[in-house]
């Protein structure tokens, strides 16, 4: 059975419905499940991170773990891996970022701490690590049309998150191949100048983006009402993604799956 945790969010949902039958939804309430069975046509489970013991894990079993973050995720995720090891499954495949360590900010960091757990689990493992989601970026235009971050000129090859779940898809369902970490983009890297254009485009209205330095954006996202502390990392997060760190595309997508990832355009239709 693969088990799929996070099986309501973007990516959990188009990767049950990539496996149907073959995928065990885990979900935090029965209505939940009985939508995903109802459409997708998968068994599902109650169940909820917080509570390991509450994740149905059988000798074979294949994991795919992943959720939303909260203060108290990288406890629960390795409570769960540590169960997964314990169980004998026979693989566990989990959704990180791309080029994140357990010292990076908020919650990359606790993607790294994660990251670092699985790979000495003992557990076979594979680790998605995507840029930013082409999910997101209509829902970062606000009211007067404007994308406003501090990611300056630089690209960030964004990708669209079903592509994520085609992969874990493939991984999930092929033989069990060695740990690997799997650096996943679009095909391109558009700016944010660029990314507003294909917004103007498709949503058929103006959308330009507003660049602004780090302390700018820090005083942006905390009149929006984000706590001082978590606005300055945000803000700080923004520029180093618009350094470039962000800014390459990778072959991973195509290689896994035999056709490109979808571009922007593709994606917003
Ligand atoms: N967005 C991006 O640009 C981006 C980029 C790179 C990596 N990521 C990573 O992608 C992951 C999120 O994936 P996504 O966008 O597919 O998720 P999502 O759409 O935000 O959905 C979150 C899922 O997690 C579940 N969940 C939350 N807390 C849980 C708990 N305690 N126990 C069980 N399930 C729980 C939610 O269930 P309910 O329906 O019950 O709430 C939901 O199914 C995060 O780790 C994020 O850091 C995101």
Redesign the pocket.
Known sequence: MIVV????????RALVAELGGAARA????AE?GEELADKLGCDYVV????RPESIPLEPGDRLFL?????PG?AR?HKAVIDRAAAADVAQVVT????GVTSGSLL?FGM?GQVDEHLRASGVPWAILA????M??LAGDVDEEGRIVGAYGRGGVGYID?RDIAAVAAALLTRPVGPGATYDLTGPAAPTHDEIAAELTRALGRAVRYVDLTVQEAAVHLEQRGMPAPAARDLAELMAQIGDGRWAGTTTTVADILGRKPRSLREFLG
Do not use: K
């Open positions: 945790t996070g099986a309501t969010g973007t990516i959990g885990v979900v935090r309430r939940q169940g909820d991170l917080e992943n959720s939303s973050q909260w995720f629960a959704v990180s970022v791309l919650g993607h995507p840029v930013g989601f999910q997101n998150a």
